[in-house]
């Protein structure tokens, strides 16, 4: 039985209530990273950004803490909502710690470093709204223009939202303030998952964490051995991990210039783009899943496909003059690009910028960022699964005339052999989502065309750039930046992250709700 008004409302305000708790205690666990880098003047700004939303948060789950459980529709509004908020609070550790700088607010101990022009980026609320709707969908977009120069604390900011995000806020709140009833699976399902691996979600979603933290250590040791220092190998293997691609230094990865850390990082974009099942399975010893799951197995055969085909065309088209160049930075670029993680190693400052690779490569990155890797992973894009859905339907379809009527056919997925009305409804889910995905493309495209200066960018470039924001991957072709992205073009790109992480359909039926007639959705 659907809920009356006030009970959606209440229902959402409770919810939400309880993600804003758990991005209060984020910030409250950071203000170990500016006592630990003596920046004690970030102190301050970070408790106010966390009692901020602590205080709101706490306020709706008390209120409305009798709410009934949440149906399929309020987890879809629950996730958007949720997620437009935990951006929108999660901004002010950027916006409260730029303005500390700015106007040399503190004392002794507590006095601020001297402005930055990046730091400065950051006193513009919409500039950061980017940075944190980027960080907590794991896209990777900045508004920074040298990260190395940020402080710590915000560096530390920067990675820690990814981490959390490529999980997912939702999946963090049910882990860490779990409560008994069916509405945790309706929330974990709204926010683009579905798989289990126990019975109760609560334990799902916890054994998820200890992997995630398990293969976070495994990746900072990787990174650390390979050669990179210590805090740049921790905030790298977390949003590498993640397959967020934010970065503390200017250039991305190609600030180290180093074959052995590209190569390093391979494996942990790769694990990023697993489903959690799988690793769950792999590490309890069932190693066969790296081969029968429909997914793992398509993301190492796409992975490879494409990293081959890029690979030849930078090296056959002259954008590099050896075989090792070209498969150092086609296959990190792909890799990249498919995980939806946005590391980048192809810029001017060390070799050709991935703006000025030919346009076929850079439609074939495009290509990857669209499609994605395995859904239950922490990527973006249509994901693999979706993909093959559409590809054996159309095949189902076609091949179904050459059947008689009274024949009985089953359409297998992943090992699942799926009767007409299910076919038909993954086959409608997969189509509908791919459509929409496509559709707001062209509308980010036409938009970057209408604001863009006329000649600054090739249109390969402006597509680039939109699925990379739409994909949440976060490769540039140099158009994102505070100064080169005019105002609207960041708010396009805003709406893109966050349709992007939640798969488009929860974020329209929310604003459908919201500009129905009559109110909220009845």
């Known amino acids: 039985m659907e809920q009356p008004v006030n009970g959606t409302k209440a229902t959402i305000a409770r919810d939400l209530g309880r993600m804003l708790q758990a991005l209060s205690g984020m910030m409250f666990i950071s203000v170990l990273i500016p006592l630990i880098w003596r920046e004690y003047y970030a102190i301050p700004p970070l408790l106010v950004s966390g009692f901020v939303p602590l205080a709101i948060g706490r306020t709706l789950s008390t209120v409305f803490a009798d709410a009934q459980v949440p149906g399929k529709l309020h987890g879809m509004m629950i996730a958007a909502t949720g997620w437009l908020s935990v951006a929108i609070f999660g901004s002010?550790?950027?916006l409260t710690i730029a303005w500390t700088v700015e106007s040399s607010l503190g004392i002794g101990p507590l006095s601020p470093p001297?402005?930055?022009?990046?730091?400065?980026?950051f006193t513009e609320p919409l500039n950061a709204?980017?940075?944190?709707?980027?960080g907590f969908t794991?896209?990777?977009?900045t508004m920074t223009d040298n990260e190395e120069v940020l402080p710590r604390t915000l560096q530390w900011w920067r990675s820690f939202i990814e981490w959390i995000g490529g999980v997912g806020v939702i999946v963090l709140t049910t882990a860490i303030l779990a409560r008994p009833g069916s509405g945790s699976l309706t929330l974990y399902e709204s926010e683009a998952r579905s798989e289990k691996i126990h019975p109760s979600i609560v334990s799902t979603v916890r054994t998820i964490w200890w992997i995630f933290i398990l293969f976070t250590f495994v990746s900072t040791f990787l990174l650390w051995l390979a050669g990179m220092p210590l805090w740049g190998a921790i905030n790298h293997a977390m949003t590498g991990l993640a397959t967020g691609g934010f970065s503390i230094t200017d250039n991305s990865i190609a600030t180290y210039d180093s074959a052995l850390i590209d190569f390093a990082l391979l494996p942990v974009m790769v694990l990023g783009s697993i489903?959690?099942?799988v690793h769950y399975l792999i590490l309890q010893g069932d190693l066969k899943n790296l081969y029968t799951d429909l997914q793992t197995r398509w993301v190492f055969g796409s992975f490879g496909l494409g990293s081959a085909v890029l690979c030849a065309m930078?090296?056959?088209?002259?954008t590099y003059d050896s075989p090792f160049t070209a498969i150092r930075y086609g296959l990190f670029q792909f890799v990249s690009a498919a995980s939806c993680t946005g590391f980048q190693t192809a810029v001017d400052a060390t070799n050709v910028a991935l703006g000025r690779w030919p346009a076929e490569a850079q439609l074939t990155v495009s290509l990857g960022m669209v499609v994605g890797a395995a859904a239950g992973s922490t990527v973006g894009g249509i994901k693999l699964i979706r993909a093959l859905t559409l590809l054996k339907g159309i095949r189902y379809r076609i091949t179904d005339v050459f059947y008689p009527n009274t024949a009985v056919r089953r359409l297998e997925i992943n090992g699942?052999?799926?009767?007409?009305?299910?076919a038909n409804r993954e086959f409608e889910e997969a189509a509908i989502i791919a459509f929409l995905w496509f559709v707001f493309l062209a509308l980010g495209?036409?938009?970057?065309?209408a604001i863009l200066p006329a000649g600054d960018y090739t249109l390969e470039n402006i597509i680039f750039e939109v699925a990379s924001a739409q994909g949440n991957v976060g490769l540039s072709a140099g158009i994102t930046g505070p100064e080169s992205l005019p105002a609207f073009g960041k708010v396009m790109f805003l709406f893109n992250m966050w349709i992007g992480r939640l798969e488009i359909i929860p974020v329209l039926v929310t604003l459908r709700a919201l500009f129905h007639r009559g109110g909220l959705y009845q």
């Open 92 to 94: 002010l550790p950027f």
């Open 114 to 121: 001297p402005q930055t022009t990046t730091l400065a980026a």
């Open 129 to 134: 709204l980017f940075e944190s709707m980027s």
């Open 138 to 141: 794991g896209t990777g977009l």
């Open 275 to 277: 489903a959690f099942p």
């Open 314 to 318: 930078v090296y056959f088209g002259g």
């Open 416 to 422: 699942r052999r799926l009767s007409d009305e299910e």
């Open 445 to 449: 495209v036409f938009v970057l065309l």
